[in-house]
Nanobody
């Protein structure tokens, strides 16, 4: 079975840093996009960052651009999210996603992805 398992979340002070990891198992995701979404209490799940296969392009939400960096290691079947200069408004459950199947659409939307992790909590205090 395919699994995406996130790790690296925790409690940090504003201005601090965390690095999230998402390790995939059950299949290789080479050739497919992977990304990160987040959901805060009472809010809709929102796009954070994605790494496409075609062209090796990265994409970021405006709210995290310049602070977060997405990367992937295909040999380890793992995607990372380096988060710097964290703010209290970054507090959320962060969820990893993988495309899974080829197709058309925008990787900034949830429908683009076929597999999801369980999420890891990130809490940023003032």
């Amino acid at each position: 079975q395919v699994q995406l398992v996130e790790s690296g979340g925790g409690l940090v002070q504003a201005g601090g840093s965390l690095r999230l990891s998402c390790a995939a198992s059950g299949r290789s995701f080479s050739g497919f996009a992977m990304g990160w979404f987040r959901q805060a209490p009472g809010k809709e799940r929102e796009f954070v960052a994605a790494f496409s296969w075609s062209g090796g392009s990265t994409y970021y939400a405006d709210s995290v651009k310049g602070r977060f960096t997405i990367s992937r290691d295909n040999a380890k079947n793992t995607v990372y999210l380096q988060m710097n200069s964290l703010k209290p408004e970054d507090t959320a459950v962060y969820v990893c996603a993988a495309q899974g199947r080829s197709g058309y659409g925008s990787l900034q939307y949830q429908y683009y992805y076929n597999y999801w992790g369980q999420g890891t909590q990130v809490t940023v205090s003032s």
